[in-house]
């Protein structure tokens, strides 16, 4: 926490020593912290998306390719989005001792739910007929996946990305118990010692980290489905 003068009285220009909430001292003598923070806290948040996008698309098509596997499947990942998120650090802590591989490992984990079943969603609903049409026109498994299917899955795809990513974002500051956590450093930090300007400002960069994350995949979302927008 802030110091304060010699007689134990803040001057009145001095808002650090002050502890008060909003202060421009504190984001101008803690720059490189902040900034660290926040590229960690981004490293961390794109790592473990895309390793569960990876992940989520090839159970997602094994889902919808075998009706046996989609209840196991969204069976699992359900079950572990509802593991507490300190919990699922200890159950993982073995194996991956207290590294940002440990935060990774676990929000990956929670994002396969969303990315699963929202893929699998998207999949489901595409036409019987649209497959039909282009089976017809001599498109292969492979080919009708990859020209018809997942593009018309594209938008719950998507949707499904935009929740775990903003998800994400939130979850990493959980990754402060071990170290890991970007702004989630500098928030536990500054509850346990009472640094307002602290919390708060790390608090701010996390909602606008993820609401610029969610608009921008809300405008990637709309790029690559260009016939959404017609429709609407």
Same mark, same amino acid.
């Given at each position: 926490m802030p110091g304060s003068n010699g007689r134990g009285t803040a001057p009145p220009d001095d808002c650090l020593a002050r502890n008060e909430w909003i202060?421009? #001292?504190y984001l101008s003598s803690r720059r490189e912290i902040l900034v660290d923070a926040v590229l960690e806290h981004l490293q961390l948040t794109a790592a473990s998306v895309a390793v569960a996008l990876l992940l989520? !698309?090839?159970? #997602?098509?094994? #889902?919808r390719r075998?009706?046996?596997?989609?209840?196991p499947v969204l069976g699992l990942t359900t079950i572990l989005y509802t593991i507490p998120s300190l919990a699922m650090f200890s159950l993982l802590l073995p194996l991956y001792g207290l590294s940002a591989a440990l935060v990774i490992a676990g929000l990956v984990l929670y994002s396969l739910t969303l990315l699963v079943r929202n893929i699998l969603a998207g999949l489901r609903a595409v036409p019987e007929e649209t497959r039909q049409a282009a089976r017809g026109m001599g498109y292969g498994p492979l080919r009708l996946l990859l020209a018809v299917e997942l593009p018309l899955?594209?938008?719950a795809a998507m949707a499904g990305l935009r929740i775990a990513t903003v998800s994400a974002v939130s979850l !990493?500051? !959980?990754g402060a118990i071990v170290g890991h956590g970007g702004l989630g450093n500098l928030i536990?930090?500054?509850m346990n010692t009472f640094f307002k300007a602290q919390v708060?400002?790390?608090?701010v960069l996390c909602v606008l980290i993820a609401v610029a994350a969610d608009?921008?995949?809300?405008?990637a979302g709309r790029l690559l489905t260009p016939w959404t927008r017609r429709q609407a």
């Open positions: 202060c421009g #001292a989520a !698309v090839p159970l #997602a098509l094994a #889902a075998w009706r046996w596997a989609a209840g899955a594209l938008p !990493v500051t !959980v536990y930090s500054g708060l400002t790390a608090s608009l921008l995949l809300l405008g």
